[in-house]
């Protein structure tokens, strides 16, 4: 098929989605709930927490904040299936279990089975540090019988991507990243890069991030990074923080050419992608800067050939702190030449299902590829002023 004269012949394609979000087992689900404005975080009752055993002096604590946000069902997993025994099963982490599923549903999604694919198929992908597992598994494995280095393999973060593929017959390159809460992004980033350097065919991208303890809310602190209600007020005059959750997203990714030509189905083109890091011009660590943003879009944009004019909409890293948000509007207005005669839209998921850490950036991913796809930008929750 012919490419149209406005692609650089860079573009990549979004051909295969999979995700498990608080309150969504997949993207249908997870699109329904960003269309109808749905908030998924739960708030715990008194009955509830006593039972999870929160103290009464906690409960009744005004700094005591009673939500959560959770996946559903995170340790079901059909073992069999990925080859792993009834005891292997039981001390995997979650987190590797919700990121096998998803694997495998963002391939069959894509309409590809690894077995029967000629070209080569990558993983890019990470998850966070869970060392409650570790301690946890270890002492039930006692009575498992599973080995030491076995128990290893199958529950360390930096194992995720190639034992992954080793269960699915992936035999393109296989990378396990952390980058923090841009690791899916990173992923995404990289996945693309193998892509257009002929490294692969397709490639899958994305991450997971789940919690092994049990969630039953969290004390406000002033000045760290979580809200004084539970809910997150992305962009808002009133917002004093994020909330955090849990969750996995993956795409599939293949060269927009390439698509075409095998008659794929498309979710949405990425047109560019950038990656760079802030050094220390910013006031702490964990604190973005507005030079960096700025360095950044505009290299993605550079890259794609868009011009900001073009943009209509821009799904936000969007936390909802004091700190964050402001810096970075500062910093898309910069990069949109501080253009007041043009209007895009701002949002941010965060609003819907939290936090997710190292699966933060493909939540946004999907939600604005599902968004091409329904024509349909869905509301930002929580926004008043």
């Not at 946000?69 to 079901?76: A, G, Q």
């Not at 019988?145 to 992954?164: M, P």
């Not at 700025?294 to 821009?314: H, N, S």
Request: hydrophobic residues 40%.
């Amino acid at each position: 098929m012919k490419i149209n004269s406005k692609y650089t012949g860079l573009e990549v394609a979004i051909i295969g989605i999979a995700c498990r979000f608080p309150g969504a087992a997949n993207g249908n689900e997870y699109w329904n709930n960003l269309a109808n404005g749905v908030e998924s975080v739960e708030f715990l009752s008194d009955e509830e927490l006593t039972e999870l055993g929160v103290d009464h002096k906690t409960i009744s604590d005004n700094h005591f904040i009673r939500s959560r946000v959770v996946v559903k069902d995170k340790n079901l997993f059909d073992f069999s299936f990925f080859d792993y025994s009834p005891s292997e099963a039981l001390l995997l982490n979650p987190a590797h279990k919700l990121f096998h599923l998803c694997a495998w549903e963002a391939l069959e999604d894509a309409g590809y089975n690894p077995d029967h694919v000629k070209g080569l198929i990558s993983l890019y992908a990470g998850g966070g540090d869970d060392l409650n597992w570790k301690a946890w598994s270890m002492l039930k494995n006692r009575s498992e019988g599973i080995d030491g280095y076995t128990l290893q393999l199958i529950n360390n973060k930096d194992y995720l991507g190639s034992l992954i593929s080793y269960k699915l017959n992936l035999k393109g390159p296989s990378f396990s990243v952390n980058t923090a809460c841009s690791t899916s992004l990173v992923a995404v980033n990289l996945a693309c890069k193998s892509l257009l350097l002929g490294e692969t065919n397709i490639a899958l991208a994305g991450g997971v991030y789940v919690s092994t303890q049990k969630q039953k809310g969290y004390f406000y602190q002033e000045g760290l990074i979580f809200s004084s209600d539970g809910h997150c007020r992305a962009f808002d005059k009133g917002a004093s923080g994020t909330i955090s959750g849990e969750g996995a997203g993956i795409v599939v990714l293949k060269r927009l050419t390439d698509a075409l030509k095998d008659g794929d189905h498309i979710y949405a083109i990425i047109k560019g992608t950038a990656i760079n890091n802030d050094g220390n011009r910013k006031v702490g660590f964990t604190a973005p800067s507005v030079e960096g943003q700025v360095e950044c879009i505009r290299k993605a944009m550079i890259f794609g050939k868009v011009e900001p004019e073009t943009i209509t909409y821009i799904e936000a890293h969007g936390t909802g702190t004091r700190l964050g948000d402001p810096i970075e509007v500062e910093a898309l207005n910069i990069a949109f030449n501080r253009n007041t005669h043009q209007h895009c839209a701002l949002g941010s998921v965060k609003t819907n299902i939290g936090h997710l850490d190292t699966a933060a950036g493909v939540a946004g991913l999907i939600k604005a590829a599902l968004a091409l796809k329904h024509k349909q930008i869905p509301p930002s929750l929580h926004f008043k002023e």
